[in-house]
């Protein structure tokens, strides 16, 4: 059974960093795509960022892009959200997932996505 557990959510100004981590267990991850997802209430589900498990290659979301960091660790099953320069629309749940066998086409989908953790939450006060 796999398992997601995030962890390194919080309270943080404008400006300023967090990490959040992703523990994965249950099975062995080769072949998969693991990625961060962000929810605020009333919206759907958002593709944050991305990255092959295999290889290593990473996607993210436009928003994102030169502030935060998607990173692994295969040896310990980690997955890992390096959040810089925050802002408070960074504000959200975010959601660690795993998706088996994902074309780089298709990591921005939600759907695509086999297994969640429960969430982890993020405030960014301006």
């Known amino acids: 059974q796999v398992t997601l557990v995030e962890s390194g959510g919080g309270l943080v100004q404008t400006g300023g960093s967090l990490r959040l981590s992703c523990a994965a267990s249950?099975?062995?991850?080769?072949?998969?795509?693991m990625a961060w997802f962000r929810q605020t209430p009333g919206k759907e589900r958002e593709f944050v960022a991305s990255?092959?498990?295999?290889?290593?290659?990473?996607t993210y979301a436009e928003s994102v892009k030169g502030r935060f960091t998607i990173s692994k660790d295969t040896f310990k099953n980690m997955l890992y959200l390096q959040m810089d320069n925050l802002k408070p629309e960074d504000t959200a749940v975010y959601y660690c997932?795993?998706?088996?066998?994902?074309?780089?086409?298709?990591?921005?989908?939600?759907?695509?996505?086999?297994?969640w953790g429960q969430g982890t939450q993020v405030t960014v006060s301006s």
């Open positions: 249950g099975r062995t991850f080769n072949g998969y795509a």
């Open positions: 997932a795993a998706g088996a066998g994902l074309i780089t086409s298709r990591v921005r989908l939600e759907s695509a996505y086999d297994f």
């Open positions: 990255i092959k498990w295999s290889g290593g290659s990473r």
